[in-house]
């Protein structure tokens, strides 16, 4: 990432996200220190400020306008776009509305903001994170790539004595073997086929489908991990929020973010769920898309708990943690 412009001055308080507003750092007795500009070779003209928890750069043009923020040590830049609106009526009567388009940048940001990649994703109209996360939900139609049926309508897993078990990876879902850097080869399951448990729905969104490495354990480099509590602790990109209790909401949660829950009692205090931040809807809820059991696949829906991080409802009271990859 050798053409950009490395920005060092530091801004605490409100950011402006396209009507939306998140605060990041402390906002009380905040501060604006000068900016730097970046003008991107379609002599669009950025101001650049740095905000902190996390050190992220956001970008806003001439007016002041939310325009994009990248974050140290994340590829997950959140850039805005044409407003859309993410709803399940089946489930719930909740919708999100949102002009946040999240995109993953070709390596982590490391303070320099790549003009030629910002121009590019702010004229992409190809789908993005939340997109493609909203490809498998409830009736979703079947999209198929080179013969292969990559997207659409998906269950969490097979039913076995009445119950939907997890283990559902995302060739599974494909019905393909997939063969690891370490020379692995997982076959797929032939009952877990169409499925997605909860961290192989986030690998295929993120890795399958837009080109994140994906790996079988932890510790490979960049590389998403298959189980939650090995995201949680693992994943590539930067924590904002992990507590072994109910923390607060970050704020500077942005969508794309993922979002991680201790929703078992029978596994101690581990991590057992992990889902994707959509953004704040239409009753001012902090909502979440993820693959459950009981909604029998991807939902931002309220069948078995409320998708929401706020209030004091099953995934509200069971949420841990926060990642952007």
């Not at 949102?98 to 320099?112: C, D, E, H, M, S």
């Not at 499925?195 to 993120?206: A, N």
Request: glycine residues 12%.
């Amino acid at each position: 990432m050798n053409s950009g412009l490395r920005v060092s001055a530091v801004c605490v308080g409100l950011v402006l996200l396209g009507g939306l507003v998140a605060t990041g750092g402390s906002a009380s007795g905040a501060s604006l220190s000068p900016s730097s500009s970046v003008t991107t070779s379609g002599s669009t003209t950025y101001t650049a400020s740095v905000l902190t928890q996390p050190t992220r750069t956001v970008l806003r043009n001439a007016s002041g306008v939310w325009v994009a923020t990248f974050t140290n040590g994340s590829r997950s830049v959140a850039l805005a776009g044409p407003g859309r609106k993410f709803s399940e009526p089946s489930t719930t009567s909740a919708t999100v509305t949102t002009n946040v388009w999240v995109r993953l940048a070709p390596a982590p940001f490391a303070g320099v903001v790549d003009q030629t990649w910002l121009v590019a994703a702010l004229a992409d109209t190809t789908p993005d994170v939340l997109a493609v996360a909203m490809q498998y939900v409830y009736a979703a139609p079947a999209i198929t790539s080179a013969g292969v049926t990559v997207a659409g309508d998906a269950s969490y897993g097979p039913l076995i004595n009445g119950a939907r078990v997890a283990g559902s990876d995302f060739n599974d879902y494909l019905g393909l073997a997939w063969r690891y850097p370490d020379g692995f080869l997982d076959a797929a399951e032939t009952a877990q086929i169409r499925s997605l448990d909860c961290s192989g729905y986030v690998r295929m969104v993120f890795g399958y489908r837009l080109g994140m490495p994906l790996a079988r354990t932890v510790g490979v480099s960049g590389a998403l991990p298959r189980r939650a509590f090995e995201m949680a602790g693992s994943a590539p990109g930067t924590v904002l929020v992990s507590s072994s209790t109910r923390p607060a909401l970050p704020t500077a949660l942005q969508a794309g973010d993922l979002v991680f829950f201790d929703a078992s009692t029978t596994d101690g205090t581990q991590i057992d769920h992990t889902g994707i931040y959509l953004g704040s809807d239409s009753s001012g809820r902090a909502r979440f898309i993820s693959s459950r059991q009981t909604a029998d696949g991807p939902t931002l829906g309220d069948l078995g708990g409320a998708s929401v991080l706020t209030g004091t409802g099953y995934w509200a009271t069971a949420f841990r943690a926060v990642r952007r990859l």
